[in-house]
């Protein structure tokens, strides 16, 4: 078997049926699994994929284990040549795996593989492609020197590499990442001792500690919804220190540079939040934009949202209009469609929701800050 595909699955029952449907649709040619890690949910997530995806294999554990855990336990019934540890808030286009395993092949020294990430606007995420966070560029990042600064304090996000650039990176987000099944083993799978934050940075590291080089490769992008994990409040300052000082303790010796340094960002941090705005409130959309083919779906939106719904065949580049929200309708469109049409019109003020394949929901969401967004559509 070429591929298996791991997805582990906490309470994000909507997301999780939209990534499946686009990593089906992704391994049609091939030879390959999915594995759904379920970590005791308390939604109705184990029911959905027993009703709708019934040929996928579902683990459903009965406690939730933590990431590296239900990762560990998923790769461990995996039968494929190679691994895809894949975030249930994402979607794939169908000639993802396709594009990333020929480049895998290619490589001789091979460790991990990421791709290009977009947020939910279209946006690219930094992440997606990142440096070992020594102390001082862990610094940098909390103290957003890397945007000042790019060319002398860009080591946090590889930025000697453009997002429109593959090449070696040493770091990788655990969010999407490919790689051969028996190195995953003989490094030891994910780290079951990790914080949140430093699973992925871990496990990035113990690759290059193998000889192996770890790859950003931009030629496919991969929507990932994410807000839930980047809301930048002190939670977040406390657990990136924690994962940090995990990861220094484990490969380093222990930094007093690296508690130094991050007493300084902190406080850096604390002064930029008390100067910043409160965040501004969601707003309702004036319009709505159908990309479908389907004219009563058209009016089966304007009677749920009572707003006006504009249908257009074909999926465009739309001039900006912060006021719009463009649909998709993925029962129209193919997922690499869509994906394009969220690079082509980022930034042009529109928000963007997906109707997934004979679903009766929207999904989507409107800041990489903010959590995803589902709207059950009524008589679908």
């Not at 790019?150 to 429109?164: D, I, M, R, V, W």
């Not at 159908?290 to 739309?318: C, G, H, M, T, W």
Request: proline share 3%; hydrophobic share 40%.
């Amino acid at each position: 078997m070429q591929l298996s595909v791991i997805i582990l699955n906490y309470n994000v029952r909507y997301f999780l049926e939209q990534c499946v449907l686009s990593v089906q649709k992704a391994l049609e040619s091939m030879d390959a699994e999915i594995i759904v890690v379920d970590n005791n949910s308390t939604d109705d997530s184990c029911a959905m994929m027993k009703k709708r995806f019934p040929n996928v294999k579902l683990i459903e554990n009965k406690e939730n284990s933590g990431f590296p855990k239900g990762n560990n336990i998923g790769v461990s019934q995996a039968k494929g040549e190679y691994i895809c540890i894949l975030n249930p808030d994402t979607v794939v286009a169908e000639d993802t795996f396709t594009k990333v395993l020929a480049f895998a092949k290619k490589q001789k020294d091979l460790g991990i593989i990421g791709c290009k990430l977009i947020d939910g606007t279209g946006n690219f995420l930094p992440e997606s492609k990142r440096g070992i966070p020594t102390p001082f560029v862990a610094f940098t990042k909390i103290t957003s020197l890397y945007k000042l600064f790019p060319e002398t304090f860009g080591k946090y996000y590889a930025q000697h590499l453009s997002e429109n650039e593959t090449g070696k990176v040493d770091i990788l987000v655990g969010a999407f990442m490919l790689m051969k099944r028996d190195l995953y083993n003989e490094i030891g799978g994910y780290d079951e001792n990790c914080f949140m934050y430093s699973d992925d940075i871990d496990l990035s590291y113990m690759a290059l500690k193998k000889g192996k080089s770890n790859y950003y490769f931009h030629e496919t992008s991969v929507i990932h919804y994410k807000g839930e994990s980047t809301i930048k409040d002190e939670t977040y300052m406390k657990r990136f220190q924690e994962a940090m000082n995990f990861f220094y303790k484990k490969h380093f010796r222990v930094s007093f540079l690296f508690a130094f340094f991050m007493k300084i960002g902190i406080v850096f941090f604390s002064l930029v939040k008390r100067f910043q705005g409160k965040p501004k409130p969601k707003s309702s959309p004036a319009k709505y934009i159908l990309i479908s083919d389907d004219e009563f779906l058209k009016k089966k939106l304007e009677n749920q949202f009572r707003k006006p719904v504009k249908r257009y065949d074909l999926a465009q580049s739309f001039s900006k209009n912060a006021t719009a929200e463009i649909i998709f309708d993925q029962n129209y469109l193919t997922f690499k469609a869509i994906i394009q049409a969220f690079e082509a019109n980022a930034n042009k003020g529109f928000s963007f929701k997906i109707l997934p394949k004979s679903s009766d929901f929207v999904i989507g969401s409107n800041s990489s800050f903010d959590r995803g967004e589902v709207v059950k559509i009524t008589d679908l």
